[in-house]
């Protein structure tokens, strides 16, 4: 048997979990308090002296005790508890995992060794009773959430777990081609004149992005994770096997390449806006025609970021939210009770329609007090809807990022080429009436 994984054990006979209160390694039994660099001298010191590994969590079997045949890479593998002697199978990703038995944490050291251990980690520093005071704070904030999701919801599971990111960093170069306008209004007798300016505008631009994030965990949902941003890359620390000790974690399951095309289309959305919002000034009216954008001297960090996950069920639906283990942030989409909006709007429409009614009879002059209640009364309705609609838009918050303008340095920007060629004006004529005022 091969050992290949870590526990932090104690001189109580418990196991040492990461405290996010006092970011160092904490035992839930006797409350003794340990940074890993102290932990390592002594098990470095006990393993010179007595020959004993204590950080020694479990051992990985070489051969499946079921079949007698040699665990395969990428087979799932079985390992036995060293506190307990039970087995552990985790999954393919796991990293860190508790004894089903003994609830002894481990790191699957073996995981995070070589190529594949993660050059930084955020340790976790939002604890799981802020995350539920958050989660209720969301769901009581927002409209017309159901009252029996509160009391029917069931919260399956709140978890903190280390979800493995890439960060790119690396330079932007592109061309950008605009149609930009000028548009003033002049009047002339009973007609309106506006004319249209148009310039055929060109940058030729630079910039860079640093730590631009994407999940590299196929269980974990894309909108989800780039909903929780930002993560302080600043804050970053080297990774070190204490701080999963205790928490889930899982490695990367989809590689570097895969990931290309999600930061290209973020940072191209941010290229041209930067370029439009930086250089180009002076217009009524920007439109992109096209644009061409390189990217280069590419470097890859391989990260772990903390995020809490809430599953609750209601109504035989799953309700997923994640909460941001550095700043807090919660996302996710909640249920709406439509039959509860439709007949708010229909109670508020009703005082809208005392203000509405009269404006249309002022407004349609010759009009009869029917036919002004008509339009008056439907449009105070609509106006109702829409503000209700507003209302419920916040039961949504999880949606893919589409900017990186977080991660832009602001300082790179510049310019090689800026070109403003007046290309055509184009005059449009609207007659007024008389009586228009």
């Known amino acids: 048997m091969t050992s290949n994984s870590e526990r932090f054990k104690c001189q109580c006979g418990g196991t040492y979990e990461f405290d996010i209160k006092t970011q160092m390694l904490k035992c839930p039994f006797c409350d003794s308090v340990i940074s890993q660099e102290e932990y390592d001298a002594m098990a470095a010191k006990k393993l010179a002296e007595d020959n004993i590994d204590v950080k020694d969590g479990g051992s990985r079997l070489d ?5 007698g045949e040699a665990f395969q890479e990428g087979q799932q593998e079985t390992y036995i508890c060293k506190s307990c002697g039970g087995a552990i199978t985790p999954a393919l990703t796991s990293i860190s995992e508790k004894c089903p038995f003994c609830d002894s944490p481990i790191v699957l050291s073996g995981k995070v060794s070589g190529e594949a251990q993660p050059d930084v980690i955020i340790p976790f520093k939002f604890d799981q009773k802020k995350v539920q005071e958050a989660y209720t704070k969301h769901v009581t904030s927002k409209h017309f959430v159901p009252k029996s999701f509160n ?4 919260k399956k599971e709140i978890q903190g777990i280390y979800v493995p990111f890439w960060l790119l960093s690396c330079k932007a170069d592109g061309e950008v081609n605009l149609d930009c306008q000028k548009i003033t209004t002049t ?3 009973n007609q309106e004149i506006t004319t249209h300016e148009h310039y055929d505008v060109y940058r030729k ?4 992005f ?4 994407a999940d590299a965990s196929k269980e ?4 989800l994770m780039d909903s929780i941003e930002p993560f302080d890359t600043a804050e970053a620390l080297a990774f070190r096997t204490a701080y999963v000790s205790g928490f889930a ?3 990367y399951d989809v590689g570097v390449e895969e990931s290309y095309p999600r930061f290209e289309k973020r940072m191209k959305e941010t290229f041209v806006k930067a370029v439009i919002d930086k250089s180009v000034k002076g217009y009524d009216k920007v439109d992109v025609v096209d644009s061409q954008i390189d990217f280069s001297d590419r470097s890859i960090k391989y990260a772990m970021f903390p995020v809490w996950i809430i599953k609750n069920q209601w109504n035989g639906k799953d309700f997923i939210f994640a909460v941001n283990g550095q700043t807090g942030k919660l996302v996710g989409n909640l249920p709406t009770d439509w039959g509860r909006m439709f007949t708010s709007a229909g109670i508020w429409s009703v005082p809208a329609a005392a203000i509405c009614i009269p404006a249309a009879k002022f407004l349609l002059e010759n009009s009869e007090w029917t036919g002004a209640g008509i339009i008056g009364f439907l449009v105070a309705l609509v106006l109702s809807l829409i503000v209700h609609f507003v209302m419920v838009s916040g039961n949504t918050s999880v949606a893919d990022a589409t900017q990186a ?3 832009l340095d602001q300082e790179s920007f510049s310019n090689a080429v800026e070109r403003d060629k007046y290309s055509r004006t184009e005059r449009q004529v609207r007659t007024i009436s008389t009586s228009a005022k």
């Open 63 to 67: 051969i499946d005790p079921e079949t």
């Open 151 to 154: 009391s029917e919801a069931r």
């Open 187 to 189: 009047r002339q007798a």
């Open 205 to 208: 631009s630079h910039m860079e």
């Open 210 to 213: 640093t730590d631009l994030p």
């Open 220 to 223: 974990m949902d894309d909108d």
């Open 249 to 251: 974690a899982t490695k």
């Open 405 to 407: 303008d977080g991660y």
